[in-house]
């Protein structure tokens, strides 16, 4: 009610004082002057520059150790009858085999256990249940293998002075079908080139079904990954390579182009193509002749002619 000074609260009491009392002795000024600049990351303890710096310094190097030539990519599972059987055909590597306990066993089955066998790979019966978790729940069969993580190459290993032969690499922009990639590394392995390059990301990348479509040139050909395509392909101009775009209205015809020096092609995807950055950091931009209603081919049937059309300027030379 108002004016009921009985209210617990309504009156303040004689003496007292609006505000605090008692001062913080200036710790919250201080507080908020902060603690200096960031030190530098080879000084923070728990920061891997700072193990290097270390490990260097134990080595008696002033530079750091480099990283790892080579990534993984993580492993894979191929389920299903008929794909197991075609990845052991074409000769994937492969792991382990997965067998369900009392499986109903066909051609298919006996054929993909007496490929295992000679091949000396490990066979597990394993539970359906444990299958079904391996597989993540895919239509499995009762059969699977694992497949190991590739080894991916380093770019640099593509213009190498001490590499045997005049580099001809094939880089792929924006290619996410793995059937593509085989197929690319299929023909680079074909007509003599020495390796394929991909992005790390947007990309496909060395899948089983990459494998099979190589027909078992993914076991002999180096593939490598970059973190950033564009850098990779300016490093490789300062080299001395040549960068070659593929692209339907390219300025100058496959016919006039000489392929017998250090060349990388690069093939971007069928509907965007090369993507701009890529586009401009190439030297040239080819178009392939062809004859008739055709507006473009397939990114690996591209790839694959002007390979054949190097390799025989190459042989002519």
Known sequence: MAGNSQRRGAVRKTGSKKGATVGSGGQRRRGLEGKGPTPKASDRPNHKAHKFAKAAAKSGSSRPQRPQRRTKASSEMVAGRNSVLEALRADIPVATMYVAGRIDADDRVREALKIAGERGIPILETPRGELDRLTDDAVHQGLAIQVPPYEYAHPSDFV?????????VVALDGITDPRNLGAVIRSVAAFGGHGVLIPQRRSASVTAVAWRTSAGAAARLPVAQAPNLTRTLKDWAKAGAQIVGLDTEGAVSLDEYDGTGPTVIVVGSEGKGLSRLVRETCDSVLAIPMAGDVES???????????ADFARQRRQS
């Open 297 to 307: 081919l397939n990114a690996s049937v591209a790839a694959g002619v002007v390979l």
């Open 160 to 168: 190498d002075p001490q590499t045997p032969g005049i580099p001809l």
